[in-house]
């Protein structure tokens, strides 16, 4: 069964810190990963999206990481901002990258306190 | 460039009404879809369209119906709302495998 994990599930952190979340996944075929954030009330807005090939890549202070052979993904974000408080939605594409064969992770919700 | 919209914003309903959720895209995208988003889930997929006139089934579609007349229209309709349905809606729109807009939802409640 196709599953995205995502941990933790919530996350405190002060202003200007930095963070890192998680996302596992049993995907497969895999085509790529995305990273979305969502703000509370709004609708998901793709911050970056990786192909197999791919290790890193940035969106400013966001910066996705995947590791393909342990099928794990990472969304650092640098020197934090109150704007960045949102749900970030790992997802996952599988069966040739086609738009309707996604399987979405629960999000992790992260709130940045002044 | 508007982007995707959807209308409205926030509904209610009672159980066994009808009603079409509305979604537009002005970028010429082929592909369209509708998600719903529950509390502790992530999103799923309702029904979804690859271009005019062709539509499928997604992991969700009991109780709801799509039709895609046009390449920039792709209307919600729930023939006869129950409370289950009650969840918030989500119109997306690509073209090809690339970056998938969403729209700002459609909050519906059914009493």
């Known amino acids: 069964k196709n599953q995205v994990e995502q941990s933790p599930q919530s996350l405190i952190i002060l202003e200007g810190k930095n963070c890192t979340l998680q996302?596992?996944?049993?995907?497969?075929?895999?085509?790529?990963l995305r990273w979305y954030k969502q703000d509370t009330g709004r609708g998901p807005v793709s911050l970056t999206i990786?192909?197999?090939?791919?290790n890193t890549k940035s969106n400013g202070r966001y910066t996705a990481t995947l590791d393909a052979d342990t099928k794990q993904s990472s969304l650092h974000i640098t020197a934090s901002q109150l704007s960045d408080s949102a749900s970030y939605i790992c997802?996952?594409?599988?069966?040739?990258?086609?738009?309707?064969?996604?399987?979405f992770g629960k999000g992790t919700l992260l709130t940045v306190n002044p | 460039n508007a982007g995707v919209t959807q209308t409205p914003k926030f509904q209610v309903l009672k159980t066994g009404q009808s009603m079409t959720l509305q979604c537009a895209q002005d970028?010429?995208?082929?592909?369209m879809s509708w998600y719903r988003q529950d509390p502790g889930m992530g999103l799923r997929l309702i029904h979804y369209?690859?271009?005019?006139?062709?539509?499928d089934q997604g992991e969700v579609p009991n109780g709801y119906n799509v039709s895609r007349s046009t390449t920039e229209d792709f209307p919600l309709r729930l023939l006869s709302a129950a409370p289950s349905q009650t969840s918030v809606y989500f119109c997306?729109?690509?073209?090809?495998?690339?970056?998938?807009?969403f729209g700002e939802g459609s909050w519906l409640t059914v009493v």
């Open positions: 997306a729109s690509s073209f090809g495998g690339n970056t998938i807009y």
């Open positions: 996302c596992n996944y049993t995907v497969s075929p895999f085509s790529n």
């Open positions: 990786m192909t197999f090939s791919e």
């Open positions: 997802v996952v594409s599988h069966s040739g990258g086609s738009n309707y064969k996604l399987t």
């Open positions: 970028m010429n995208h082929e592909y």
């Open positions: 369209s690859v271009g005019a006139g062709i539509t």
